[in-house]
């Protein structure tokens, strides 16, 4: 079975970091582009960042330079370092995993998803 382990999430001051994780199984995490969505309170949920299975990335606008997207093959674990946080990225953050192997399309079309972790940024 594909399992999505999203951890790492907690409070954090305006400003902080944090790195987030996604453990991977049941399937070849190295053939499959990844990707972090989040869903703020009353929000949709949007795209944060993809990363290909050749290592390629994208990233949403309001993340780029502050949010970084990389992926241990060897350790089947996916991980968004963020940093200069800010209130505005208080947010649910969840792994995905695109339903095409070894495609890069964006947006993504993910279909499994990790349960989520959460984010507060919060002074």
């Known amino acids: 079975d594909v399992q999505l382990q999203a951890s790492g999430g907690g409070l954090v001051q305006p400003g902080g970091s944090l790195r987030l994780s996604c453990a991977a199984s049941?399937?070849?995490?190295?053939?499959?582009?990844m990707s972090w969505y989040r869903q703020a309170p009353g929000k949709e949920r949007e795209l944060v960042a993809i990363?290909?299975?050749?290592?390629?990335?994208y990233y949403a606008k309001s993340m780029k330079g502050r949010f970084t997207i990389s992926r241990d093959n060897a350790k089947s674990t996916l991980y968004l370092q963020m940093n200069s946080l800010k209130s505005e990225d208080t947010a649910v953050y969840y792994c995905?995993?695109?339903?095409?192997?070894?495609?890069?399309?964006?947006?993504?079309?993910?279909?499994?998803w990790g349960q989520g972790t959460l984010v507060t940024v919060s002074s």
């Open positions: 990363i290909s299975s050749a290592g390629g990335t």
């Open positions: 995905a995993k695109d339903s095409v192997r070894n495609r890069w399309r964006i947006p993504p079309e993910s279909d499994y």
């Open positions: 049941g399937f070849p995490f190295d053939d499959y582009a």
